[in-house]
C-alpha cells in the first residue's frame, strides 16, 4: 500500500478544510499551506489558511497574504464547527499550534499531520504522516500531489501559486539547497518545480535580498553580542529586548541570524537566546552537522531536528546565559570527546 493511500482517501471524503502550521510560521510550512490550499480549491473544496500568528513581511511579497488569516478564538472558533478535516504542516509539537490546536482538540475535529521532524507521543494528532529523511515538509506535499494525480490518471500540473509554494517551501529548508537535508530528490523537485514555471531568483530575492534596513541594524546589533565556548565549537549570541528597541527591529526578523552565526571559522554549534519578556526566551539551536543538538531542545521543553532545534523556556535573560550556556558547552564537550 503506497503511504499516501489514507491520506488520499481523507481528503477526498472531506469538504471543508482548515490548513494551519507552528507559531511564527517559516517558509515550509507557509509554502505547504499554499500549495495545498490552492489544489484544493481547484477541486472545489471549502478551504481556509488559520495560523497561530501572522504572516512575515518576506513572504507577503510571495503569497497573497488575505488568504494567511491569523486566528482569533472569537472570529474563528464557530468556523472550526464543521470542520471535516485539519491539516497541520510542519509543526513538530501540537502545542505550537496555541489557541488552535486547544479548540481543534475540544471540538473534536479529525487532524491529520504532515511533517519531516520527529514528533514527541502521544501527539495528539488523529493521523498522521511524518517522514524524516524528507528534506521538507513541502516535499511531503509535492509527493502526495504527485499520487493524487496519479490516482486521478493526469500528470502533475500545478498553478503558479502551487509551484511557488513548493519552491519556497524546499528552498528554505534546505538553506537554498546547501544544508545537509539537501538530496537528489529535492534537486529533482527543483527541477519540475521549474519546469513548470516558477523563477527561482524572484523567489529568492524577496525572501533573501529584500531585508527592511531595521533587520540588518538588528542583526548588526546580535552580531556584535556574539561569544565563544567550548573551546571554540560554540557560538552563542543574545537578541535583546534592548537591542529590538534600538533598532526599530521585530521578532520576525530574528529568522535566519543563527545560521549566520553557525558560519563562525571552528564553531560546530550556535546558539541563539532572544529575550522576550522578563521571564520568557526562545533558544535556537544549529548545528553544522557532527554535533546533534535536538536532545538539548528536548531537555528545554522543545524539540525539533538533529542539527536545527529550539525551545521557548520560562527564564529571564541572565538565567538562561547562565543555564543554557554552559548546559549546551557540556553536550558539545561531551560529544566531540566521543568522536576522538
Not at 472570529?75 to 496555541?98: E, P, Q, S
Not at 527541477?191 to 538588528?218: D, K, M
Request: glycine share 8%; hydrophobic share 40%.
Amino acid at each position: 500500500m503506497n503511504r499516501w493511500s489514507e491520506v488520499y482517501q481523507l481528503i477526498q471524503k472531506a469538504d471543508k478544510f482548515l490548513l494551519s502550521t507552528h507559531v511564527n510560521p517559516d517558509g515550509d510550512g507557509l509554502g505547504s499551506e499554499a500549495a495545498l490550499y490552492y489544489s484544493l480549491k481547484k477541486q472545489g473544496k471549502d478551504c481556509r489558511i488559520l495560523n497561530p500568528s501572522g504572516l512575515n513581511e518576506e513572504y507577503q511579497q510571495i503569497f497573497d497574504f488575505t488568504k494567511f488569516e491569523e486566528y482569533d478564538r472569537a472570529a474563528h472558533r464557530d468556523w472550526l464547527v464543521g470542520v471535516d478535516l485539519a491539516i497541520i504542516f510542519d509543526i513538530g509539537d501540537y502545542n505550537r499550534l496555541n489557541e488552535i490546536g486547544e479548540d481543534l482538540k475540544d471540538l473534536n475535529v479529525t487532524t491529520l499531520s504532515i511533517d519531516h521532524h520527529p514528533h514527541r507521543n502521544p501527539n495528539w494528532f488523529m493521523h498522521t504522516l511524518h517522514d524524516l529523511s524528507a528534506s521538507a515538509t513541502g516535499y511531503l506535499v509535492y509527493d502526495y500531489l504527485c499520487y493524487a494525480a496519479d490516482q486521478a490518471g493526469e500528470e502533475l500540473t500545478l498553478g503558479r501559486e502551487e509551484a511557488e509554494g513548493l519552491y519556497v517551501a524546499l528552498m528554505t529548508d534546505t538553506g537554498s539547497f546547501r544544508y545537509s537535508n539537501t538530496t537528489p530528490e529535492a534537486h529533482e523537485m527543483a527541477s519540475e518545480l521549474i519546469r513548470q514555471g516558477v523563477e527561482p531568483y524572484e523567489l529568492y530575492a524577496a525572501i533573501y535580498e529584500s531585508s527592511p534596513v531595521e533587520r540588518l541594524r538588528l542583526l548588526g546589533a546580535a552580531l556584535e553580542s556574539i561569544r565563544i565556548a567550548a573551546d571554540g565549537a560554540l557560538a552563542w549570541f543574545t537578541v535583546t529586548r534592548d537591542m529590538m528597541w534600538r533598532t526599530g527591529g521585530k521578532s520576525e526578523h530574528i529568522g535566519g541570524f543563527t545560521d549566520m552565526v553557525r558560519s563562525v571559522k571552528g564553531a560546530e554549534v550556535a546558539l541563539m537566546i532572544n529575550e522576550q519578556g522578563d521571564d520568557r526566551c526562545r533558544i535556537n539551536f544549529r548545528s553544522k552537522g557532527k554535533i546533534k543538538i535536538n536532545s538539548l531542545a528536548r531537555k528545554l521543553g522543545g524539540g525539533g531536528h538533529e542539527f536545527a532545534a529550539g525551545a521557548t523556556v520560562r527564564m529571564s535573560l541572565d538565567e538562561a546565559i547562565s543555564k543554557i550556556v554552559p548546559m549546551a558547552e557540556a553536550e558539545i564537550e561531551t560529544q566531540i570527546a566521543k568522536m576522538k
